[in-house]
């Protein structure tokens, strides 16, 4: 592998490691930002062991029904 394929493999794998930290800092806010009665609607539905970005998905999919809820 040549110097240019090495700096181009190192430069795609910090882009891919920012975003996954991207989406993983977006999804912990999301979390955050939840009422209690809220995290615990969705934790219900989704089962005990969701992750946090499961939640957040989950959250973002019925937005204005976990938002009803206070």
């Given amino acids: 592998m040549n110097k240019i394929s090495k700096a181009a493999l190192c430069v795609s794998a910090m882009i891919v ?3 996954y930290a ?10 955050y930002s939840l ?16 992750s946090d970005k499961q939640i957040a998905m ?3 999919e019925n937005k204005e029904y976990y938002d009803s809820i206070k």
């Fill in 17 to 19: 490691l920012l975003g």
């Fill in 35 to 50: 009422t209690e009665k809220q995290y615990e609607a969705i934790k219900n539905d989704l089962g005990g062991k969701a």
């Fill in 22 to 31: 991207g989406s993983f800092e977006y999804a912990e806010e999301i979390v």
């Fill in 58 to 60: 989950k959250y973002q």
